[in-house]
């Protein structure tokens, strides 16, 4: 839930959009033939917090979701990576159905490079949502 999320945060986003095709903003891994710069979104963790009425309909989870961008060059990877951010840092509220209470930046990743050769880099968010029981 919480990838849809994201995504749909990206492809609401015009500077966004401005930036990267639709069609390369992809929930899962960037595919090889992708049209760059290109942003895949993934789950890498989450965990429910601590329910405090068995009964709830609702619990509380947190996902740690990252999102990777690919481009030819590496100041186009820096750009696109901050509009992600701002598309996404501090969003709240029903979201692509998803009752969001959070999303929080959270890490940075390194500087890498694909198999072809383009430079790739991620950032972290941690999104807070409800989960029904």
Not at 15 to 36: E, F, H, K
Not at 72 to 85: C, D, H, N
């Amino acid at each position: 839930m919480s990838v849809k999320a994201i995504r749909a945060l990206l492809l609401a986003d015009g500077a966004v959009l401005a930036r990267v095709p639709v069609d390369s903003i992809a929930a899962g891994d960037i595919q090889p033939d992708a049209v760059l710069p290109a942003i895949g979104i993934t789950e890498v963790g989450g965990a429910p917090i601590g329910a405090i009425d068995a009964q709830a309909e609702y619990s509380l989870v947190t996902s740690r979701v990252q999102v990777t961008v690919v481009a030819q060059e590496y100041p186009e990877v820096q750009e696109v990576l901050g509009l992600v951010r701002r598309a996404c840092n501090f969003q709240r509220g029903d979201i692509a159905g998803v009752d969001v209470v959070s999303v929080l930046r959270d890490t940075v990743g390194p500087d890498l490079e694909d198999a072809a050769g383009n430079p790739v880099k991620s950032i972290d968010f941690k999104v807070t949502y409800h989960e029904l029981n």
